[in-house]
């Protein structure tokens, strides 16, 4: 064997001792979401590969005239990458290509490389996620308590007032919960919404460090979804609230991952951080296709890549 073998035996990690090294990133979402269920193991870890071009593409300004980032990535590139043949690497590239539509790419002729354009595949998850929900889902819901949806309501049956006894998704102790008590049943309901549709039990195990800061988003989202204002700030602007909630209703787990790292990188001291992470949370379906070239500066810093 050349190289290969049984490592020496290797010493343990400690709390986040792992965060000190540089890693290819593979979304969790082809893990977890059925429309990427048919997707092969090899060619999640050749898009992985893709996106960490795609952070170099990006800080190096490489983009077309319509600026689209496009990266350069030869069979023979990845061939080496992947230790695998010529053949695989093609159906490797035809199944992103044709078969999911992860990539794009532009023959240029004469030689030169060709272009590879990594698609964002957040847009087919946002899309489809929020075509299923019901019209009421939308930021014209005026109350979550008028029976939005059976398969996501809670029971609530009883009195608004009895917290104790309304049966709740989530487990007891998990962000506890808050709210006014005439407006218990809405805020209640719209809890359990962000709960199931943030994955926030998931959340809660993979980031246990950011137990406070995940209660803290949790709080911050239901609370503005069920504001009676008519106006809602956003990083100094004015918005209408039924904008603010609709783009807020919208957010999956990965935005939410999103903006944890975006938190964790940010080294200027935040005054009003309700209104840091209201603006954040507000923003991050719009800005998560960057999020890879976003991060590019502090993953790459040093390592001359």
């Given amino acids: ?8 035996e290797l010493p343990y990690f400690y709390g986040e001792g792992a965060e000190q090294f540089h890693f290819y ?28 071009r795609m952070q170099l593409s990006a800080r190096n300004g490489w983009a ?22 010529d053949k695989k690497v093609t159906r490797l590239l035809t199944e992103l290509e044709r078969d999911y539509g992860l990539i794009r ?37 005026k109350s979550a308590g008028q029976d939005p949806s059976k398969e996501r309501s809670n029971n609530t049956e009883k009195n608004k007032t ?14 506890g919960m808050r709210g006014d008590e005439e407006d218990g049943e809405e805020y209640i309901n719209y ?14 195990h993979d980031y246990p460090y950011e137990r406070e800061r995940l209660c803290e988003i949790l709080d911050l989202l239901v609370e503005t979804v069920c504001s009676k204002r008519s106006i809602i700030r956003i990083s100094g602007d004015d918005k209408p609230a039924s904008v603010v909630k609709s783009q807020l209703m919208k957010l999956e787990s990965e935005h939410i991952q999103y903006v944890l790292s975006c938190m964790k990188d940010t080294t200027t001291r935040i005054y009003n951080i309700k209104q840091y992470l209201l603006a954040a949370l507000y923003n991050a379906p719009m800005t998560i296709s960057n999020y890879y070239s976003a991060l590019v500066n502090h993953d790459l810093h040093g390592s001359g890549g």
């Fill in 1 to 8: 064997m050349s190289g290969a073998g049984k490592l020496p």
């Fill in 25 to 52: 990133r593979i979304p969790k979402v082809f893990f977890s979401d059925p429309q990427f269920s048919g997707l092969s193991t090899d060619a999640k870890v050749l898009y992985g590969l893709m996106l960490d």
């Fill in 64 to 85: 077309d005239e319509d600026g689209r980032v496009y990266i350069y990535y030869t069979v023979e590139s990845i061939m080496k990458d992947l230790g695998c043949g």
């Fill in 105 to 141: 790419r532009k023959r240029q002729g004469l030689g030169r490389p060709t272009m590879i354009y990594v698609m964002d595949f957040t847009a087919v998850l946002s899309k489809a996620r929020f075509q299923t929900r019901q019209n009421d889902d939308s930021g014209l819901v």
């Fill in 162 to 175: 009895e917290w104790s006894d309304t049966e709740s998704i989530y487990p007891s102790g998990d962000c």
């Fill in 191 to 204: 809890r359990n919404y962000f709960y199931k549709q943030l994955s926030f039990e998931a959340l809660l």
